[in-house]
């Protein structure tokens, strides 16, 4: 494989949580009295951090979000993770290929520690990733689509940028990873192609089956 580190987003990517989240998300930002749909949260926060949702919200209404959002937003999130959250279809038999194969991969995600930790512990993904293999936008100064999170993971991993490949399905995600000097590959399954082409993807897929080929 010319990769020697594949980076895995978390939302979208690994666990069907996007969905999820951006339901609730929606649906709780018009609650505080900021009117948002279903597909504008889809358009304007997929692949952002809490701290994103609170600078946009911020930017076009004048008025802050409360400080409790991120523990109420969350509270409602997991409470709805634990009782329906799915792995991505086909993604346990790609890590273990991955696996199979000896190389290395991690998460990189906009998401918190407990978020990621949630979710993939309700899918049963987290034995997939030992210690060391998480990493998380809280671990640096800037969220995605800065290439902090990325560059972070490849540096905490000992790889070289241009050994690593990004496995996104956010334009925020893929302009983080060019912008980061890595490759990545869009997954279609939520976005249009077209959006993750535009942001500079190498290659766009929309089947997990399809991965473990491309990355060849």
């Known amino acids: 494989m010319r990769y020697d580190l594949i980076i895995f987003d978390n939302d979208g990517v690994l666990v069907d949580s996007e969905p999820i989240s951006n339901q609730i998300l929606a649906g709780y930002l018009t609650e505080l009295g900021h009117p948002t749909t279903y597909q504008e949260s889809l358009r304007d926060f997929m692949g952002g951090s809490v701290q994103r949702i609170r600078d946009m919200v911020r930017d076009r209404s004048g008025r802050a979000l409360p400080t409790d959002f991120e523990a109420s937003f969350h509270a409602l999130v997991f409470a709805e993770f634990r009782r329906r959250l799915q792995p991505v279809p086909g993604v346990e038999a ?47 100064g800037r969220g995605k689509p800065a290439p902090d999170l990325f560059l972070h993971a490849a540096r905490e991993m000992g790889v070289a940028p241009g050994r690593c490949a990004v496995v996104e399905d956010s334009p925020l995600g893929v302009r983080a990873a060019v912008a980061a000097g890595m490759d990545v590959y869009g997954f279609t399954a939520m976005t249009p192609a077209a959006k993750l082409a535009e942001a500079g993807a190498t290659a766009l897929f929309s089947d997990m089956a399809e991965l473990p080929q491309l990355l060849q």
């Not at 906009?110 to 978020?115: A, M, N, P, V, W």
Request: hydrophobic share 40%; net charge positive.
């Open 94 to 140: 790609v890590l273990g290929k991955l696996a199979a194969d000896g190389v290395a991969y991690c998460v990189g995600s906009s998401g918190s520690h407990e978020r990621i930790r949630v979710a993939l512990t309700k899918t049963g993904l987290l034995e997939h990733f030992g210690a060391g293999r998480v990493f998380s936008s809280q671990d640096v």
